[in-house]
């Protein structure tokens, strides 16, 4: 299931506890793919703590507690970690997180706390969600069969990689706007793992906000650029990355375009790519100032003269995923829909 769809399901199975009805969920997906980021962006957007507990470094007592005697009884110290109402609040996600590389006997461990959200007499308050994530065997990540008990005890979705989520979100967290640029123009390139040969380094959503960071840093070091690219994602697509940017010297002018003055578009298709994302970064900038409205409606006047319509189309899709419905109250959105009607179906 794509991440936008997911991301729907966990907010609601967050807000079913509230009716009762919360069932665990189990992500599977590859390493870097998001899967953890996708937790803790719901923990984040519902403003509850988020709990993670990453399985595969515990021990069977870290989970089910420490015994001690009291009077003639032996009884159960609650772990810390666990949720508790009056610390953490009576809302929050428990995330248990690479439950597919933690030994069997703290997988079974964790079986009465998943189905029956309690562990001897410790419960977990019925505010919490529980969420798990792990990797796939063939992912050669430290990995166990999840066994079938467990297994049951959750609903099971896997993670597929999707270009235009990963694209909002990117514009969300601020990655570099050459970054996505590049992955629209490379989207085979957002995730590139071959199990066969084992790669250190490799494309995926997690190393390339590695390779924003890079970005960042080393911009002005052109002699340490492209090695501290490929030390994020990998040789091939550093090496290809860094040639895509030094390639943008060529792009138009973005603030003439941004003032409404007649540019041409670029003819090589890798600008394009790169001056939608561009134009799409600064429609986001500009929200919320003064004459946001004529920055957008020149954008948009702009996106009418790409040599290939679909390009505009994908960065005014872009740019509603961004901006929302306001985006439909701009003038210009009305002429530039009516010039793309016979291609496009539109899809919020």
Request: aromatic share 10%; proline share 8%.
């Given at each position: ?225 492209s090695g501290t690219l490929q030390a994020c994602v990998g040789q ?8 895509f940017i030094e390639h943008l010297d060529q792009l138009p002018d ?95």
């Open positions: 299931m794509r991440p936008a769809h997911l991301l729907q399901v966990l907010d609601r199975e967050f807000a079913s506890t509230r009716e009762g009805h919360h069932t665990p969920v189990m992500l599977w997906g590859p390493p870097g793919v998001g899967k953890s980021q996708m937790i803790a962006e719901v923990a984040g957007r519902n403003g509850v703590p988020l709990i993670d507990i990453r399985l595969s470094q515990m021990e069977p007592s870290d989970l089910r507690g420490i015994p001690f005697k009291h009077g003639d009884l032996v009884e159960w110290a609650i772990p810390a970690m666990l949720p508790n109402a009056e610390r953490q609040g009576p809302a929050g996600v428990l995330f248990l997180d690479e439950i597919t590389s933690a030994p069997p006997s703290v997988s079974a461990a964790a079986y009465q706390l998943i189905l029956d959200r309690r562990l001897g007499a410790y419960e977990v308050p019925p505010g919490w969600a529980i969420f798990a994530a792990g990797n796939r065997q063939g992912d050669r990540g430290v990995t166990y069969t999840m066994p079938a008990p467990l297994a049951n005890r959750f609903s099971h979705f896997e993670v597929d990689l999707n270009v235009d989520d990963w694209a909002a979100w990117a514009y969300r967290a601020g990655i570099d706007d050459r970054i996505i640029a590049f992955i629209r123009f490379r989207p085979d390139l957002l995730f590139d793992f071959d199990p066969a040969h084992n790669p250190v380094a490799f494309p995926s959503p997690r190393s390339w906000e590695f390779a924003h960071r890079a970005l960042q840093k080393f911009l002005g070091h052109p002699e340490l650029l091939a697509a550093g090496i290809e990355l860094n040639a973005l603030d003439a375009i941004l003032r409404g003055e007649r540019v041409p578009a670029p003819s090589e298709i890798d600008l394009q790519y790169a001056v939608a994302a561009a134009l799409v970064g600064r429609a986001i900038r500009a929200k919320g100032q003064d004459g946001a409205g004529e920055v957008h409606g020149h954008i948009l006047d702009y996106a009418g003269i790409f040599p290939q319509r679909e390009m505009g189309i994908m960065m005014v899709t872009d740019m509603h995923r961004a901006l929302g419905d306001e985006l439909f109250s701009v003038p210009q959105f009305a002429d530039w829909s009516e010039q793309v009607a016979d291609l496009m179906l539109y899809d919020a």
